[in-house]
Every structure is written in C-alpha cells, then in structure tokens.
C-alpha cells in the first residue's frame, strides 16, 4: 500500500487533531488507481472467507466497495441515508456523525441482505465506530454473518477500532493514524 501511504503522507490535509481531510483522492476527487490497489488489498485479506456481498454506506464507501467486489467477484451493497420510495421493505439503523455533527439512519433492502450472506464491510474511515456499529446492525438484523470489515483510515486515537476488535469483529485497516496533533500525521507502523 506504498502509494495510498505516499497521498496520505504529501496530500492529506489535517483539519483539526480529530479531522483528516482526503478530498483530493479518495472522499471528492477519487484516484481510479489507489480505488484498484485498495480493492485487490482487501480482496486479498478476505479472499478465503467466502464472502457473498460487500457492504458500505454511502457516499465515500462506494468506490471502495466497487473495487473490493469486483476484485472477490460478488455484488456491492450500500446503505442508503435517504429512504426512497421504491425501497420496499427495508432493515434501518440510525448512526450519529461527530464530523457532521448529526444523526442519519441507514437502509438497505431486506431482499438484498439475506440469511445467506458472508459480509464484508468496508469504509473510507474509522473513527468512533458508529458507522460501523449501524452497518454491522443492518447485518444482524437480517441475519447474515459478518466476516470482517476492511478500512482504509483507522483513526487509532478515536477508540472505534478498540471496541470493536473487542466484541470479536475481524478488522483489517490498511492505514492506521495515531496522532493527527501539531497538525501533524504520525502513522503506525
Ligand atoms: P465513525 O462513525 O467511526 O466515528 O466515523 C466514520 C465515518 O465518519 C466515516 O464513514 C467517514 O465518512 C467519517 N469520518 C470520520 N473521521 C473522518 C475524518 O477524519 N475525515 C473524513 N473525511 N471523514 C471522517
């Protein structure tokens, strides 16, 4: 993953000692290239697992997950944040943005995560897990097994991860940040 650490080392921005910005490769300008290393790095964490659907919340998730199924051969699914019309009948969940600075639910259709389903979650970043915690809830409830959850940014210093990891889920960071202070990225090796 020496290119993803090379753009995050000379383009990321530090916000603020809680907020990377990654806008110019991966949340609203997206590098096609580092998408294809991404996907093929997780395929291969989870290559064994049998995994049936890949799963994440939109909207930064969805390159990732693109390049992620299409690298282990299943479909993506993603969480909507808006409920449309023609939805059907839907799982929900509700999760709370500290970014944002509010509260969204998320949906997914019952008929595309089933009983059947080898899930594996993946997402831009993990911070404090509440992304996480309502997509591994729209898996319960339908349900399905969760293999595992790969991410690009672990945010060590936010405690999401921690917490996780110690209710037994499977998670795969393929950058793990352990200090954004003096507006300085310290990465773990
Ligand atoms: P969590 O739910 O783990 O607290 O935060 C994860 C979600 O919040 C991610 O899906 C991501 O969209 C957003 N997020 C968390 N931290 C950051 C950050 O440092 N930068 C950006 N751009 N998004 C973040």
Not at 23 to 41: A, C, K, L, R, T
Not at 74 to 80: D, E, M, N, S, Y
Not at 122 to 146: I, M, P
Not at 161 to 175: F, P, Q
């Amino acid at each position: 993953m020496e290119l993803l650490k090379e753009k995050i080392l000379n383009q990321a921005k530090v916000v603020s000692d809680q907020i990377l910005k990654v806008d110019s490769f991966i949340n609203h300008m997206i590098d096609p290239n580092i998408m294809v290393e991404i996907g093929q790095e997780f395929a291969s964490r989870f290559r064994d697992e049998k995994i049936t659907k890949v799963l994440t919340i939109e909207a930064s998730g969805i390159a990732i997950a693109l390049t992620t199924a299409l690298a282990l051969k299943t479909p993506l699914l993603f969480a909507k944040k808006k409920i449309p019309s023609t939805l059907g009948q839907f799982y929900m969940s509700n999760i709370y943005s500290f970014t944002k600075n509010e509260t969204v639910g998320i949906c997914v259709a019952k008929e595309y995560l089933t009983s059947d389903d080898r899930v594996l979650i993946v997402d831009d970043f993990l911070a404090r897990g509440e992304a996480l915690k309502g997509l591994t809830d729209l898996v319960k409830q339908a349900d399905a097994q969760l293999i595992g959850v790969g991410i690009v940014i672990e945010k060590m210093f936010q405690g999401g991860g921690k917490a996780l990891r110690g209710a037994g889920v499977r998670i795969e960071s393929l950058i793990k940040v352990s200090s954004l202070a003096d507006g300085k990225i310290n990465l773990e090796e």
